[in-house]
């Protein structure tokens, strides 16, 4: 399996993640996965998830910012309606409590639950 063009490629441990989460994947990105890597990103899963989960979020906040920067709509918005963002500084510059408070605000706008 090839990860090229994808935004989740980017994610830190994006391929422990892959190789912990599918068992009967041989390659991955033209590379063989070897059973020592395999054991390895099995055995660490579970803060892996907690990692690409939280990456998932900021990306997903990023474009939500990106698209209300652009007016809010984008073609595939044809009828829905998206609220203005409340914070005017990159997540990244945010306080933790500011951080949290937008991930959730954006994520629940979306409809998405928080994590």
């Known amino acids: ?7 989740c490629a ?13 068992p009967q994947l041989q390659r991955l990105d033209g590379i063989d996965i070897t059973n020592t890597e395999r054991l390895e990103a ?3 899963l579970k803060s892996i998830r907690e990692s ?4 998932q979020n900021d990306y997903f906040i990023q474009q939500q910012k ?4 652009s007016g809010g709509r ?11 963002s409340t914070s ?6 945010l306080t933790p409590e ?16 928080y994590t």
């Open 1 to 7: 399996m090839y990860m090229t063009g994808n935004p």
């Open 10 to 22: 980017k994610y830190d441990n994006y391929r422990e993640f892959v190789i912990a989460t599918l």
């Open 42 to 44: 099995m055995q660490s």
């Open 52 to 55: 690409i989960v939280s990456q």
């Open 66 to 69: 990106t698209k209300e920067g």
């Open 74 to 84: 984008w073609y595939t918005d044809i009828g829905a309606e998206t609220e203005s």
């Open 88 to 93: 005017t500084k990159p997540i990244s510059e």
């Open 98 to 113: 500011e951080a949290k408070t937008e991930k959730r605000r954006v994520l629940e706008n979306a409809g998405r639950k």
